[in-house]
């Protein structure tokens, strides 16, 4: 099966399920605001992997380490209900990939 992209909607049970992944690594402190430039973590999206699911997150400048940081989650596909929708981004960068072929 081909990877899928995917954007876990805000406000739903499965967007709280993403970020308590990424709450369980930053000490109950998801955001990580950085003080000097205002920069948290950002969801950037999920993809198929398989059974799987894959999330990602980045925060470009870490209050811990001082630099751009990624974090990846998989998840057993059933346990999320992830919504296959495309966010628009997403879908304009599908687009952009496509054209270019
Ligand atoms: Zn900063």
Redesign the pocket.
Known sequence: MPSQLVFVEPGTAAWDSVWALLLAETAGDPAQL?R??G?VWQYMGSYTNGADTVHEFRHR?SPITGRREYRRFTQRGELLPVRATLSPAAAALLAQIESAR
Do not use: G, K, L, Q
């Open positions: 950085c000097c430039c920069e400048h």
